[in-house]
């Protein structure tokens, strides 16, 4: 036999204590999973028994909503998700089309400003700016190559009364 192969007194020790606890832990394992009660069963409700329906509550919307009254900042949140779901519908979204979501969304169309959505010379815009008028706070959101997709901001109203600098077009459908 090879000392290593050999048992010690130090290995017999150190087995000893261990068989002798977990024995009785086995066995009380055992003794107590053979005591507890089965799982409670449901009650079938019967003629006799009420069955009480979910009380409703109030849904909490999903996500931002507009702010009647409120300012360009308490809205933006609002205003990004309109447009940002304008574009998930039609990704060659014009002026029009941002118009229509933002009415349909509640904001009045007479306090929104849009440039056009072709150049001078008739080209297509690289990119096209609109904006809501909040008091004397403005939404201002501009789509295209040019912004590099969607971008907006907040800022204040014009000296001039209204949110865009330079050429608007008629806002008259």
Known sequence: MTALARPTAARRRWRA????????????????????SPSPTTPTPTASTPVESPTPTASVPAGPVLIPNGTAAQNLPYFD?????????????????????????????????????????????????????????????????????????????LATGGCLIGQTRPIDW
Do not use: E, H, W
Request: proline letters at 2%.
């Open 81 to 157: 998700k309109v447009n940002q779901a304008t574009i998930a519908a039609k990704s060659g979204a014009q002026g029009r089309d941002f118009i229509d979501a933002l009415v349909a969304a509640g904001f009045a169309k007479g306090d929104m400003q849009l440039t056009a959505d072709t150049t001078t010379i008739g080209l297509k815009a690289n990119s096209i700016q609109f904006s809501v008028q909040l008091g004397a706070t403005c939404l201002i959101g501009q789509y295209g190559a040019d912004a590099g997709g969607y971008q907006s901001t907040t800022s204040a109203t």
């Open 17 to 36: 204590p261990a068989v002798v606890l977990i024995g009785p832990a086995l066995a009380l394992a055992v003794t107590l999973s053979a005591c507890s």
